[in-house]
C-alpha cells in the first residue's frame, strides 16, 4: 500500500509538475509555436495548414482527415507499387505543373507526395522558388522582390547536418503578406 501511495504521488504528481514546471522555461516550443498575425493566432509553425488561392504558396499535399487535420494524422500506407499513389502522383504533377506554368518534368517532389503525418509544415527551397512566378503575378508583384522573400526563408538544416533545407510555409505567407502591404 506505501509503494501505492508513493508511485501516485511520484507518477501521479510530482512528475507531471515537473514536466510542466520544464515547459514553461521554454513556452514557444511547449505551446507549439504558435504564430500570430496582427494580435491573433493564426496558426502554427509546427503543423502544415492549406492556403486557398494561387495568391498563396502551397504546402505539400495532405493525407491527414480531409486534409491538415491534426486529429487524423498519418500517411495513406500506399507503397512504390500501389497503381492508386501513381496516379495521385500523375495527377498532382500535372495540377501542379499547369497551375506554376512549369513542365511536368520539372515538379519537385515534394508537391506530388504527402509527407508521413500530413502535417509537414515545410516545403523545400526548390518547391518554393517553383512558385515565385506563380505568386508574384497573382498579387501583381516584382518576381524578384518575391524570389528574395522566398531566399530570407530559407531554413538550414538542423545543426548544419541533419535533415535538408526547408521553408516554413506559414511564415512565408505571413511576409508576402506584409510585402504585399
Not at 509553425?45 to 502551397?58: C, K, P, S, T
Not at 500501389?82 to 498532382?92: D, F, K, Y
Not at 513542365?103 to 508521413?116: C, I, K, M
Request: negative net charge; hydrophobic residues 45%.
Amino acid at each position: 500500500m506505501v509503494l501505492l501511495l508513493a508511485a501516485t504521488v511520484v507518477l501521479g504528481l510530482l512528475y507531471p509538475l515537473a514536466v510542466f514546471g520544464v515547459g514553461r522555461l521554454v513556452p514557444a516550443r511547449a505551446d507549439g509555436r504558435l504564430v500570430e498575425h496582427d494580435g491573433r493566432v493564426v496558426g502554427s509553425a509546427l503543423l502544415g495548414q492549406a492556403f486557398d488561392g494561387d495568391e498563396w504558396f502551397q504546402p505539400r499535399p495532405s493525407v491527414a482527415g480531409d486534409g491538415y487535420d491534426p486529429l487524423a494524422s498519418g500517411a495513406s500506407n500506399l507503397g512504390p507499387s500501389s497503381a492508386q499513389l501513381l496516379a495521385t502522383v500523375e495527377q498532382r504533377r500535372a495540377e501542379v505543373a499547369a497551375r506554376d506554368g512549369v513542365a511536368p518534368a520539372d515538379v519537385a517532389p515534394d508537391a506530388l507526395t504527402a509527407s508521413g503525418s500530413g502535417l509537414d509544415p515545410d516545403i523545400s527551397p526548390r518547391y518554393a522558388r517553383q512558385q515565385v512566378q506563380r505568386v508574384a503575378r497573382e498579387r501583381g508583384l516584382d518576381p524578384a522582390a518575391v524570389a528574395a522573400l522566398v531566399e530570407q526563408h530559407v531554413q538550414d538544416r538542423a545543426l548544419g547536418f541533419l535533415g535538408a533545407p526547408r521553408v516554413g510555409v506559414l511564415e512565408l505567407n505571413l511576409a508576402l503578406d506584409r510585402l504585399a502591404g
